[in-house]
Structures are given as structure tokens and as C-alpha cells.
T-cell receptor, first 111, second 116 residues
Framework: QKEVEQNSGPLSVPEGAIASLNCTYSDRGSQSFFWYRQYSGKSPELIMSIYSNGDKEDGRFTAQLNKASQYVSLLIRDSQPSDSATYLCAVASTSYGKLTFGQGTILTVHP | EAGVAQSPRYKIIEKRQSVAFWCNPISGHATLYWYQQILGQGPKLLIQFQNNGVVDDSQLPKDRFSAERLKGVDSTLKIQPAKLEDSAVYLC??????????????FGPGTRLTVL
């Protein structure tokens, strides 16, 4: 079983729709969860972090965490073509903040 | 504030040759990371430094890869000898915090290595 697994893509949504990205993790002791966006040929950039159960909203982005189910998700509302990228889920272990990344989900927002 | 700097941006070598990558983190950042990202996969941590000490190198292929962070600032990652499967983007990242912190990691532009 992969340590961090993301829903297989690619995911294609029309402009203005909600894009839903999912991630499961295997280490029950994980404490911190991150979503990174990576444009083609570029390096990852952090868009959301979440540490406690529930929802966290930042503009059009909402991260959701359920530690009991070992599940974290990212919702993008009012999707724009500029949101087209690979989204990486990353989970930090309890020791020294080591990040383990999922394989990424490619999102395409079409006009 | 200047970001994480890496060089070179691209490198093409023959298998069994050696190659070195350089990274200069954001000023004042204590923690430095080297990741390997193979096409279609997420980044995989190779080594993590806290100042000039190694925190985690469990996924570093030590028979061919080495890394150092002298004086706790910039860092070099070396591959000797390279194999075809080392073709990847090598990302350097840094974060400000102390050990155990869950800081944001800031990534450099990466070095794309092609091994022929």
C-alpha cells in the first residue's frame, strides 16, 4: 500500500465547476497535511495546509481533513483554466516534519 | 526576499558519468531538503539537513549519491556514477523552522537531469 495515495487522474472539469481532489494516507500518526500545486515544468508551490479535523477555507480553495478515515481532500470552487495543473497531496510524519508526497492528480479546467 | 536558487537548470550526461547539483536556500532557513521527482510521480525525499547535520537520508542511494551542507547554508548533491534511472528533476527546498516544525517548504526551480 502506498503511504500517500491520490485519486487517479486526469480530472477534467468545465470552467466554473467545483473540482474535487482526494488523498488517503496510511500513517495514523500523521499530523500535518498539505496541498501543493505544480504547473508543468515548474516546482511545487503550497496552496493549503491543514492540521485539524474539519474544513479550512482560503478563497476558492477548501481543504477537508478526516483523521479517523485517514482522508484529506481539496475542493476548488469556480474552477478557472489557470487552475489546470498537477495537485500534490503531502503528509508530514510526527518526527522532524518529513513530507511524503502522493503521486499527484492532473487537473484540467476547460473553457 | 530571494527564493531558493539551484544550478544548473538542465544537465545531460552519459551513464556512469558524475554530476553535481548546487542549492542555495532562502536566507536564514535552517532546514534544507533534496527531492527526486521522476516524471509522473510526486517528489521523493532524498535527504534532509537541519543546519549542517543530516536528519534523514533513509531514501538516499548511498552507493552512488552523496550530499553535503557545509557551514549550514548552501548544499551540493552528487551522483557518481549515474544510471539511466536517475533521470529526473532534482528539487531543493528549504524551510525556516526548527526540528519537528511543520513549516512551509519553499521549492527551488529544480535541475532536470537526463542520463543517456
Amino acid at each position: 500500500q502506498k503511504e500517500v495515495e491520490q485519486n487517479s487522474g486526469p480530472l477534467s472539469v468545465p470552467e466554473g465547476a467545483i473540482a474535487s481532489l482526494n488523498c488517503t494516507y496510511s500513517d495514523r500518526g500523521s499530523q500535518s497535511f498539505f496541498w501543493y500545486r505544480q504547473y508543468s515544468g515548474k516546482s511545487p508551490e503550497l496552496i493549503m495546509s491543514i492540521y485539524s479535523n474539519g474544513d479550512k477555507e482560503d478563497g476558492r480553495f477548501t481543504a477537508q481533513l478526516n483523521k479517523a478515515s485517514q482522508y484529506v481532500s481539496l475542493l476548488i470552487r469556480d474552477s478557472q483554466p489557470s487552475d489546470s495543473a498537477t495537485y500534490l497531496c503531502a503528509v508530514a510524519s510526527t518526527s522532524y516534519g518529513k513530507l511524503t508526497f502522493g503521486q499527484g492528480t492532473i487537473l484540467t479546467v476547460h473553457p | 526576499e530571494a527564493g531558493v536558487a539551484q544550478s544548473p537548470r538542465y544537465k545531460i550526461i552519459e551513464k556512469r558519468q558524475s554530476v553535481a547539483f548546487w542549492c542555495n536556500p532562502i536566507s536564514g532557513h535552517a532546514t534544507l531538503y533534496w527531492y527526486q521527482q521522476i516524471l509522473g510521480q510526486g517528489p521523493k525525499l532524498l535527504i534532509q539537513f537541519q543546519n549542517n547535520g543530516v536528519v534523514d537520508d533513509s531514501q538516499l542511494p548511498k552507493d552512488r549519491f552523496s550530499a553535503e551542507r557545509l557551514k549550514g547554508v548552501d548544499s551540493t548533491l552528487k551522483i557518481q556514477p549515474a544510471k539511466l534511472e536517475d533521470s529526473a528533476v532534482y528539487l531543493c527546498a528549504s524551510s525556516p523552522g526548527a526540528l519537528g516544525a511543520t513549516d512551509t517548504q519553499y521549492f527551488g526551480p529544480g535541475t532536470r537531469l537526463t542520463v543517456l
